[in-house]
């Protein structure tokens, strides 16, 4: 084997290079975190993320911001109508007395039934704004052209935040209608303040104080949270993996239980603890802006008592002061408890737009080249012409200067060591991501050319990593052309040509059996079964210009894989009157035998090329690699 990697060393030509890519695929897009745009505007998600709240539920939207604007107005009527009734009992005015007390209960009765109201219609919007918000995140999720923010860590991470905190996009509404009734209320009671002595407008600015510290509370526990992400994904990812069926066997049958439950323990015990550190200086800042408030308190009521003896006061001014403190102190408190959640709130609708933002120019860098038509059929085939590519935020390039042809209407076979760059290559074609350097040219015209919606209608493909999609089994295989997912005949002819028709017939209802013992009815399959129905939506597609087979039937026995193949090169066959190109990815050389073409791939570029027997007789690195796996089973 060491000889086999040295022969692919030897034969890839220039040695390789660490310098970094001179043209970066991600260069234009947002970089993982804030967004450009919304780190120049703040409040742009704000008001997105409202919008889309109205959407949701525009009547009740309005309804909800009418109930608390009303409800805030009379709460100030009723607190008012405190002083009218202290004065009242005092001066021995029944009526005055009657009145106050009536506008008190009137104010309580309305505020408590709109209050009410408004909860039970926030709710409502809540649950709508929430769906709405959810598809579209898996629009902008789905809809992006490549994988980059699936497969690069940080990303990984913003969306993992992004993710948990989709309930409070869904909460913009309440915040946005909690501030408005803190404004409406502050507004009022400076009011209520002044006309009892503008001096006393002083009073609201102690708060200031503790409405600063309170920001600062949240940017403490803002980037616990951020610097804590990795952990708790790890956190999450050790608890999954100690409860999921996947990895149940392994678990049972290395002892892991125990190493994961300790892991998890451990991390948790340090996520806990630095967690009650920044809780605690939290606290502290509450604290301290609590105190700074009851000075101004105290100073404010004393300076109202001393008025009354001075005969500058009433005693309903005493009360109408010392409820407007209290009330200002609880609007303080609230404003800061609301600070708290709108930053939230805000966090996660700078996330929404950093997805946002992300999406449009990973499309608007598709869109902005030069459109043209796919092709009905191919002719010349498909050809990579000095390509070279690295992985966003990576240096070491996978491929260097590849250069290769894939015939049209024929089957090709690619073979490497792992990591030899054979998926990303894959992933390349698919236009998942575009070349670091070179290019990939389609019948002569640069596949960036085509339209990338259009050319992956023509493209059809089998991974490894194959989804397991939990449906009925019609619609399993079906997506893979959604046109014909209600035409059990199509599915089954895909089975069919998947060799996988028996999986269907042996399920208690056939076609509309439900996969996943999670659903009620549900069946569970075998690795083997699953993947042969990945394969059968593979085959979905009746005219692809391009079918990828990406080790397509590792979870199947060699005996299986090889007479599936067989299968593939009848339905290639069939498709060489449009020139469908078949490349096969597999580790197993009797089944790459069979290929019209065989590729070598190693040190991220072409070394060998040719049929079996042209390569066997060459006696190079194939001959090697494959003389090693035959005397595997002999």
Known sequence: MWKAKQGMAERSGRQPTSRPP?????AELPA???SPASS???WRGFWTALALSFRAAPTLFVGIFALETVGSVLGLLGTYAVKALTDSVLAGSMGGVLFAAGGITLAGVVQRFGTQLSLVGMLRVEEKAQLL???????????????EHHERPDYAGELALLRNARRDLGNVPLAAVWNLKVVVQFVGQAALLTSLHPVLLLLPLC???????????????????EANAERARTIGHLFDCATSATAGKELRVFGLAGELISRHQRLSRNTL??????????VALGAAGDLCFAAGYIAAIGFVVWRAFHGLATAGDVALAAALGAQVNGNVAEAARRARFTQSVLRAVRRYLWLSDYGEAALRRVREVRSAPVPGHLTGGITLESVTFAYPGTYAPILRDASLHLPAGQVVALVGENGAGKTTLVKLLARFYEPTEGRILVDGVDLRWLDLDAWRGRISAAFQDFARFEFVVRETVGVGALAHVEQPEKVGAALTRAGAAEIASSLPNGLETQLGRDWQGGVELSGG??????????FMREDPLLVVLDEPTAAIDAPTEHALFERFAAAASTGASRGTVTLLISHRFSTVRMADLILV???GRIVERGSHDELIRHDGVYAELYGLQAAAYR
């Open 22 to 26: 001179t043209i970066s695929p991600a």
């Open 32 to 34: 993982a975190g804030l």
């Open 40 to 42: 120049r505007a703040p």
């Open 133 to 147: 918000l959810d598809a579209q995140l898996m629009a902008l999720t789905g809809g992006m052209p490549g994988l």
């Open 207 to 225: 708060g200031v104080p503790s409405l600063l510290l309170a920001t600062r509370a949240n940017a403490l526990l803002q980037r616990f949270q």
């Open 273 to 282: 603890r630095d967690h009650d550190r920044a809780d605690w200086q939290v």
């Open 529 to 538: 079964q699953w993947q042969r129905l990945a394969l059968g939506r593979a």
């Open 601 to 603: 791939l190693a040190g």
